[in-house]
């Protein structure tokens, strides 16, 4: 049909969901039939991966979900055919992606498109605006897991890691038979008004209702069920542990030996990760773990050898002849922290937020007496891991660690209480939450102290 001309081929790509030529790749993949390839290349073809894609230039193309599964066609692409014009812009896309338009929760969007450079609004404030889309999160993740499979950086997990543990979790309840659309970081009831599906923003649309755009559930069940292929990856000299959680893992190698192992850990709510090496007979590889950017302080101990640092942002390579009982400790200190914005962030100015571990915290009317949006930090950034609390909360939510922080409401001192931001809107109908919280003012800070860099 494409090459007898019918013309709905020449503008598909400027009118449909970018998700096509994921298709047909698989297609190819399954049958080795050069036509779906070729098919692929064609339609991808007609959206340059350039700054274009922002501009508006191709009606609608800015629109966050549809970029977002284009750049994992261009990246997929550039795996199954090894040529350059299909990552030639990539890796400047994703840069411009995750430094300038990403929340610190790891969603994009606002309204649907690509936000314009560090306009990273907190709130919804007006009816026709929605924030951080919960299926864009799904594509951005689809679009990181094929540039890692390009390069092997670490970097791209790291996105992932803030991506599936923030945004993308917020957005199913615990118990995954509701779900938001979007997902804005804060919610107080100045925002009444806003509707998803015809029920109040702060509630998630609950089967069997499905929201008038019903993407987001099945494309959530979808990613759920293809996650176990993003723990893992492997090349010619080994595997690569990504992502961190209790199981198992057997792969052949090059030359047919087989690295398999098992983990054992409650990560992301504690960082301590125990590898161990199974199989029936030595084999020599590299095993390389995930440190994560935020780990300061990670260290990595092999056997009963001398805990050795780990570099935060890398992989740490255990290249060695392993066998079947040797153990491997992955250590990633969990203290809190406080990020900041960037400064060119002008919604986010003069705020910050907690985190732990890859668990960016918000503030949810549940857990406190004062109204959420008066509160205010009562700390300096630098401060954040010796005045803030971790208490291990096993019988809430499904178990978190809350966050106990010293702050102050209309200039009294006061206890704040945070929880995951995945976790909020699990435990009422309607609530209000809060992830951003201002900074005491300038005059304020200890004498001396300096502020953390931004994000």
Same mark, same amino acid.
């Given at each position: 049909?494409?090459?007898?001309?019918?013309?709905?081929?020449? &503008?598909?790509?400027?009118?449909?969901?970018?998700?096509?030529?994921?298709?047909?790749?698989?297609?190819?993949?399954? &049958?080795?039939?050069?036509?779906?390839?070729?098919?692929?290349?064609?339609?991808?073809?007609?959206?340059?991966?350039?700054?274009? $894609?922002?501009?508006? *230039?191709?009606?609608?193309?800015?629109?966050?979900?549809?970029?977002?599964?284009?750049?994992?066609?261009?990246?997929?692409?550039?795996?199954?055919?090894?040529?350059?014009?299909?990552?030639?812009?990539?890796?400047?896309?994703?840069?411009?992606?995750? *430094?300038?338009?990403?929340?610190?929760?790891?969603?994009?969007?606002?309204?649907?498109?690509?936000?314009?450079?560090?306009?990273?609004?907190?709130?919804?404030?007006?009816?026709?605006?929605?924030?951080? %889309? @919960?299926?864009?999160?799904?594509?951005?993740?689809?679009?990181?897991?094929?540039?890692?499979?390009?390069?092997?950086?670490?970097?791209?997990?790291?996105?992932?890691? #803030? #991506?599936?543990?923030?945004?993308?979790?917020?957005?199913?309840?615990?118990?995954?038979?509701? @779900?938001?659309?979007?997902?804005?970081?804060?919610?107080?009831?100045?925002?009444?008004?806003?509707?998803?599906?015809? @029920?109040?923003?702060?509630?998630?649309?609950?089967?069997?209702?499905?929201?008038? @755009?019903?993407?987001?559930?099945?494309?959530?069940?979808?990613?759920?069920?293809?996650?176990?292929?993003?723990?893992?990856?492997?090349?010619?000299?080994?595997?690569?542990?990504?992502?961190?959680?209790?199981?198992?893992?057997?792969?052949?190698?090059?030359?047919?030996? %087989?690295?398999?192992?098992?983990?054992?850990?409650?990560?992301?709510?504690?960082?301590?990760?125990?590898?161990?090496?199974?199989?029936?007979?030595?084999?020599?590889?590299?095993?390389?773990?995930?440190?994560?950017?935020?780990? &300061?302080?990670?260290?990595?101990?092999?056997?009963?050898?001398?805990?050795?640092?780990?570099?935060?942002?890398?992989? #740490?390579?255990?290249?060695?002849?392993?066998?079947?009982?040797?153990?491997?400790? $992955?250590?990633?200190?969990?203290?809190?922290?406080?990020?900041?914005?960037?400064?060119?962030?002008?919604?986010? !100015?003069?705020?910050?937020?907690?985190?732990?571990?890859?668990?960016?915290?918000?503030? %949810?009317?549940?857990?406190?007496?004062?109204?959420?949006?008066?509160?205010?930090?009562?700390? *300096?950034? %630098?401060?954040?891991?010796?005045?803030?609390?971790?208490?291990? *909360?096993?019988?809430?939510?499904?178990?978190?660690?809350?966050?106990?922080?010293?702050?102050?409401?209309?200039?009294?001192?006061?206890?704040?209480?945070?929880?995951?931001?995945?976790?909020?809107?699990?435990?009422?109908?309607?609530?209000?939450?809060?992830?951003?919280?201002? $900074?005491?003012?300038?005059?304020?800070?200890?004498?001396?102290? !300096?502020?953390?860099?931004?994000?």
């Amino acid at each position: 049909e494409y090459e007898s001309g019918n013309p709905y081929f020449q &503008t598909i790509a400027q009118r449909e969901h970018s998700e096509y030529e994921l298709g047909f790749l698989r297609l190819y993949r399954a &049958t080795g039939d050069e036509r779906y390839l070729n098919l692929a290349s064609k339609l991808t073809r007609l959206i340059p991966a350039g700054p274009e $894609l922002f501009s508006g *230039q191709y009606a609608g193309r800015s629109h966050a979900v549809r970029v977002n599964y284009l750049l994992a066609a261009y990246a997929d692409l550039a795996l199954e055919t090894g040529r350059a014009e299909w990552k030639q812009n990539l890796e400047d896309v994703w840069t411009d992606i995750v *430094q300038n338009r990403s929340f610190i929760t790891g969603g994009v969007s606002v309204s649907e498109r690509y936000p314009a450079p560090h306009v990273l609004p907190q709130a919804i404030d007006n009816p026709d605006r929605d924030i951080a %889309e @919960t299926c864009t999160s799904i594509s951005l993740m689809m679009f990181a897991w094929r540039m890692h499979s390009l390069t092997g950086q670490s970097k791209y997990f790291d996105q992932i890691e #803030t #991506t599936l543990y923030n945004h993308f979790l917020s957005g199913p309840s615990l118990d995954q038979m509701a @779900t938001f659309y979007y997902n804005p970081l804060k919610l107080t009831e100045d925002m009444k008004g806003k509707k998803d599906n015809g @029920t109040p923003a702060s509630r998630r649309t609950r089967m069997p209702a499905i929201h008038k @755009t019903a993407c987001c559930l099945p494309n959530e069940w979808r990613f759920f069920g293809a996650l176990g292929e993003y723990i893992y990856s492997f090349d010619d000299k080994g595997l690569f542990v990504n992502l961190y959680t209790s199981g198992k893992v057997r792969q052949k190698l090059a030359g047919g030996s %087989e690295a398999a192992l098992s983990v054992e850990t409650n990560y992301p709510h504690d960082g301590r990760i125990v590898l161990r090496i199974e199989g029936k007979q030595p084999a020599h590889y590299a095993l390389r773990l995930r440190v994560p950017k935020w780990a &300061t302080g990670a260290a990595v101990q092999t056997g009963s050898a001398k805990p050795k640092p780990a570099t935060p942002g890398e992989y #740490t390579v255990l290249d060695r002849n392993w066998k079947p009982g040797d153990t491997v400790v $992955l250590n990633l200190p969990m203290q809190p922290r406080m990020i900041l914005p960037d400064p060119r962030e002008k919604d986010n !100015a003069g705020q910050a937020v907690l985190a732990r571990g890859p668990l960016v915290y918000c503030m %949810e009317q549940n857990d406190v007496a004062f109204p959420i949006q008066e509160a205010r930090w009562a700390l *300096q950034p %630098e401060e954040a891991p010796r005045k803030v609390k971790p208490e291990w *909360q096993p019988s809430l939510l499904g178990g978190i660690h809350v966050l106990k922080a010293p702050g102050t409401v209309g200039g009294q001192t006061r206890e704040l209480v945070l929880i995951p931001y995945y976790a909020h809107a699990n435990r009422a109908e309607d609530t209000w939450w809060i992830t951003f919280l201002p $900074l005491p003012a300038a005059g304020s800070r200890p004498p001396g102290s !300096a502020a953390l860099a931004s994000r």
